[in-house]
C-alpha cells in the first residue's frame, strides 16, 4: 500500500493542536471580565506612592497589610494610629483597598506576641476595645474618612475598610502559639462581636491558613484539619463571612489539590456560601528546591503563576474564591527563606522599581499595564 502524501501535513496539523493547547493551559482567560478587587498583593517594604502607582496601572485592587495590635497600641494608654494612617492613605490615593490582618499581642497584655488574649477577662477586654477602635477609625463611618473629607487639607477618595482578616496563619506555631482551633474559634467570635459593634456592616475574614506546615500539633495542623475543627464550634459559623487560604504549593497542580481539599471542608461541614481567598501564593524565581520546594528557577515561577491563575480566574464562581494575594511585591532579604525570590521587583534601596520577568507575566494575567 503506497504512503499518503498528506500524512506530513496530518503530523504537522496534530503537532500545531498540541502546541495551541499548551498555550491555552498556559495563558489565562482574559482578565478585563475579572474585577480588580480579584488581584492583591502583599508587600514586605513600606508602601512609597511610586508602588501603589504601578499597583493601580498593574489592575491590583487591594493590598493585605500587617495590622499588628503591638504597634498600634504599645502601652494601655492610648493608640497610636499614624503609621497605619499613611498606609491607608497612600493606597487610598490610588483608589486600593487595604485589607488588613490584625495580629500580634502587645508585651503588657501577654509574655509572647504569638499568643492570642483569649485566656482571662483583661485580655479579652485589651483586644475588643482595640479592634473596635480600629474599626471606628477606618470603617465606612470612621474618624481618618471624616478627617480626609471634602473640603479638609488633605481629601481623599473615600475607601473604607470593610474586611478585616483576623489574626495571621491560626495554625501555625510561628504567628500562633499554640494552634488551637478552640482558642481561635474564641477570638474569632470575641472579634465579630467587637466588630459590629462597631460596624454592623463589618466582614470577618478567617486568618489565612498555613496550608501543609510540616510540625505537628500543638505547633501546627493542616489546613483543612484546623477548619474542621474549627466548625465543631457551635455557633461559630455566624461570626466569619470568608475563608482563607495559604497555599505554597509545590506547582500549580498542588496548588489546586490544596484548594480543592479546604472547599471541600467548607461544603462537608453546610458552609457553601462562605467567601474563599488566596491570602498568600507564590513561587520563587532563584533555583534553590533543596531549601524551598516552589524555587525552582524563572521559568517555573512564571508557569506556575500562569496554571494558578487560570485554575483560580476560571474556578472562581463555582469556589466562590473572591479575592488572590500574591506574595510578594519585591524581593526581600532576611525576613523568611523565600522572601528573596518570589516578588515582581529585584531588591533595590534606590528610588527606580526593577521590575522581574514575574511583573510582566502578571500584569499579562491582569490585563493591566507594566507602567502608570
Not at 22 to 51: M, N
Not at 343 to 367: E, M, Q, Y
Amino acid at each position: 500500500m503506497k504512503a499518503s502524501k498528506t500524512a506530513p501535513a496530518a503530523i504537522l496539523l496534530t503537532a500545531l493542536v498540541a502546541i495551541a493547547s499548551l498555550v491555552a493551559l498556559l495563558v489565562p482567560p482574559p482578565a478585563k471580565a475579572v474585577s480588580r478587587s480579584f488581584f492583591g498583593i502583599v508587600p514586605q517594604t513600606g508602601l512609597t506612592e511610586q508602588d501603589a502607582e504601578y499597583m493601580r496601572a498593574a489592575r491590583i485592587g487591594s493590598v493585605r497589610w500587617p495590622f499588628a495590635w503591638s504597634g498600634a497600641q504599645p502601652d494601655p494608654q492610648g493608640f497610636e494610629w499614624g503609621p497605619f494612617d499613611e498606609i491607608v492613605t497612600i493606597a487610598a490615593r490610588q483608589r486600593l483597598r487595604i485589607l488588613p490582618f490584625v495580629y500580634s499581642t502587645p508585651s503588657w497584655v501577654t509574655r509572647k506576641f504569638t499568643v492570642m488574649p483569649v485566656n482571662n477577662g483583661r485580655q479579652r477586654r485589651a483586644w475588643s476595645a482595640f479592634l473596635a477602635a480600629a474599626v471606628e477609625r477606618y470603617g465606612p463611618r470612621g474618624d481618618f474618612w471624616a478627617e480626609h473629607g471634602p473640603g479638609t487639607p488633605d481629601p481623599l477618595p473615600r475607601m473604607p475598610i470593610v474586611d478585616w482578616q483576623i489574626w495571621n496563619e491560626a495554625n501555625f506555631f510561628y504567628f500562633t502559639t499554640p494552634a488551637s482551633p478552640t482558642a481561635y474559634a474564641r477570638l474569632v467570635k470575641l472579634s465579630d462581636r467587637a466588630m459590629r459593634r462597631a460596624d454592623p456592616a463589618a466582614r470577618l475574614m478567617l486568618s489565612g491558613l498555613f496550608a501543609e506546615p510540616s510540625a505537628r500539633p500543638p505547633r501546627a495542623m493542616h489546613a483543612t484539619d484546623f477548619l474542621d475543627r474549627l466548625y465543631g464550634v457551635p455557633g461559630i459559623k455566624r461570626s466569619f463571612e470568608g475563608v482563607a487560604l495559604h497555599p505554597y504549593a509545590e506547582d500549580a497542580a498542588d496548588l489546586e489539590r490544596m484548594t480543592e481539599g479546604l472547599r471541600s471542608v467548607m461544603v462537608r461541614n453546610g458552609d457553601p456560601g462562605a467567601r474563599l481567598y488566596m491570602t498568600e501564593m507564590g513561587w520563587g524565581s532563584q533555583h534553590n528546591p533543596n531549601l524551598v520546594s516552589f524555587e525552582q528557577g524563572v521559568g517555573f515561577q512564571l508557569r506556575e503563576m500562569r496554571l494558578a491563575y487560570r485554575y483560580l480566574i476560571g474556578n472562581r464562581g463555582r469556589l466562590n474564591l473572591k479575592g488572590t494575594y500574591w506574595f510578594t511585591w519585591k524581593d526581600v532579604t532576611g525576613s523568611c527563606n523565600f522572601c528573596d525570590s518570589t516578588g515582581f521587583f529585584r531588591r533595590n534601596n534606590g528610588p527606580r522599581l526593577k521590575p522581574k520577568a514575574a511583573w510582566r507575566t502578571f500584569v499579562d494575567i491582569t490585563g493591566g499595564r507594566a507602567r502608570p
